[in-house]
Protein backbone atom coordinates (compact mmCIF):
# COMPACT_ATOMS: atom_id res chain seq x y z
CA UNK A 1 0.00 0.00 0.00
CA UNK A 2 1.23 3.49 -0.99
CA UNK A 3 -0.56 6.75 1.46
CA UNK A 4 -0.21 9.99 -0.55
CA UNK A 5 -0.93 13.30 1.20
CA UNK A 6 -1.12 16.38 -0.63
CA UNK A 7 -0.52 19.44 0.61
CA UNK A 8 -0.05 23.43 -0.30
CA UNK A 9 -3.38 24.03 -1.30
CA UNK A 10 -5.21 27.57 -0.69
CA UNK A 11 -6.13 30.97 -2.23
CA UNK A 12 -4.01 32.85 -4.96
CA UNK A 13 -4.23 35.75 -7.28
CA UNK A 14 -3.99 35.00 -11.02
CA UNK A 15 -0.61 35.15 -12.01
CA UNK A 16 0.61 33.95 -9.17
CA UNK A 17 2.44 30.75 -8.15
CA UNK A 18 1.82 28.10 -5.79
CA UNK A 19 3.81 24.70 -5.39
CA UNK A 20 1.76 21.79 -4.08
CA UNK A 21 3.64 19.07 -2.58
CA UNK A 22 2.69 15.21 -1.98
CA UNK A 23 4.65 13.13 0.20
CA UNK A 24 4.14 8.79 0.01
CA UNK A 25 4.56 6.35 2.74
CA UNK A 26 4.13 2.51 2.47
CA UNK A 27 6.42 1.97 0.02
CA UNK A 28 9.57 3.35 -1.53
CA UNK A 29 8.29 4.99 -4.93
CA UNK A 30 11.07 4.35 -6.84
CA UNK A 31 8.98 2.02 -9.04
CA UNK A 32 5.88 4.25 -9.48
CA UNK A 33 4.99 6.46 -11.77
CA UNK A 34 3.56 9.66 -9.58
CA UNK A 35 0.59 11.57 -12.03
CA UNK A 36 -1.15 15.05 -10.82
CA UNK A 37 -4.48 15.21 -11.67
CA UNK A 38 -6.98 18.11 -11.34
CA UNK A 39 -11.15 18.32 -11.27
CA UNK A 40 -12.65 21.90 -11.61
CA UNK A 41 -16.78 22.27 -10.16
CA UNK A 42 -19.20 20.16 -12.67
CA UNK A 43 -15.86 18.91 -14.26
CA UNK A 44 -14.15 15.36 -15.16
CA UNK A 45 -10.76 14.81 -13.31
CA UNK A 46 -8.07 15.85 -16.18
CA UNK A 47 -4.62 14.31 -16.14
CA UNK A 48 -1.78 17.50 -15.38
CA UNK A 49 1.43 15.96 -15.37
CA UNK A 50 3.56 13.04 -14.10
CA UNK A 51 6.74 11.75 -13.47
CA UNK A 52 8.88 8.82 -13.18
CA UNK A 53 10.56 8.49 -10.26
CA UNK A 54 13.59 6.30 -10.95
CA UNK A 55 14.07 8.43 -13.84
CA UNK A 56 13.16 12.08 -13.66
CA UNK A 57 11.15 11.79 -16.75
CA UNK A 58 7.91 14.12 -16.83
CA UNK A 59 5.35 14.96 -18.92
CA UNK A 60 2.30 17.65 -19.10
CA UNK A 61 -0.56 18.36 -20.56
CA UNK A 62 -0.81 21.51 -23.49
CA UNK A 63 -2.97 23.17 -20.68
CA UNK A 64 -0.30 23.71 -18.58
CA UNK A 65 3.03 22.79 -20.48
CA UNK A 66 5.21 26.00 -19.43
CA UNK A 67 3.72 27.01 -16.76
CA UNK A 68 3.88 24.13 -14.42
CA UNK A 69 6.60 21.86 -13.44
CA UNK A 70 7.25 18.47 -11.61
CA UNK A 71 9.69 17.69 -9.38
CA UNK A 72 10.71 15.01 -6.74
CA UNK A 73 12.65 14.68 -3.21
CA UNK A 74 13.78 11.00 -3.16
CA UNK A 75 15.50 11.97 0.43
CA UNK A 76 11.70 13.29 1.56
CA UNK A 77 9.35 10.99 -0.77
CA UNK A 78 7.97 13.44 -1.76
CA UNK A 79 6.82 14.95 -5.30
CA UNK A 80 5.93 18.47 -6.08
CA UNK A 81 3.98 20.54 -8.79
CA UNK A 82 5.05 24.07 -9.08
CA UNK A 83 2.58 26.17 -10.72
CA UNK A 84 3.73 29.59 -12.09
CA UNK A 85 1.37 31.79 -13.92
CA UNK A 86 -1.51 31.02 -12.49
CA UNK A 87 -4.80 31.62 -14.45
CA UNK A 88 -8.30 31.29 -13.25
CA UNK A 89 -9.24 28.24 -15.06
CA UNK A 90 -6.37 26.34 -12.80
CA UNK A 91 -8.90 26.34 -9.94
CA UNK A 92 -9.59 22.91 -8.95
CA UNK A 93 -8.73 20.28 -6.87
CA UNK A 94 -5.39 18.25 -7.22
CA UNK A 95 -5.02 15.03 -6.98
CA UNK A 96 -1.50 12.96 -6.21
CA UNK A 97 -1.65 9.52 -7.30
CA UNK A 98 0.83 6.44 -8.18
CA UNK A 99 0.58 3.77 -10.79
CA UNK A 100 3.20 0.99 -11.03
CA UNK A 101 5.83 1.88 -13.98
CA UNK A 102 4.09 -1.44 -16.10
CA UNK A 103 0.37 -0.51 -15.15
CA UNK A 104 -1.65 2.63 -16.91
CA UNK A 105 -4.05 2.21 -14.02
CA UNK A 106 -3.08 5.13 -10.89
CA UNK A 107 -3.61 2.64 -8.15
CA UNK A 108 -3.09 5.17 -4.78
CA UNK A 109 -4.85 8.04 -4.47
CA UNK A 110 -4.50 11.43 -2.04
CA UNK A 111 -7.54 13.25 -0.77
CA UNK A 112 -6.64 16.02 -2.41
CA UNK A 113 -5.83 20.18 -1.86
CA UNK A 114 -7.86 22.94 -3.79
CA UNK A 115 -6.15 25.61 -5.08
CA UNK A 116 -8.53 28.70 -5.84
CA UNK A 117 -7.27 31.16 -8.34
CA UNK A 118 -8.97 34.76 -8.23
CA UNK A 119 -8.84 37.35 -10.66
Known amino acids: QVQLVESGGGLVQAGDSRRLSCVGS????????MGWFRQAPGKEREFVGS????????SYADSVKGRFTISRDNAKNTVYLEMNSLKREDTAVYYC????????????WGQGTQVTVSS
Open 51 to 58: ITWNTGST
Open 97 to 108: AARYQISTVYRY
Open 26 to 33: GRTLSNYV
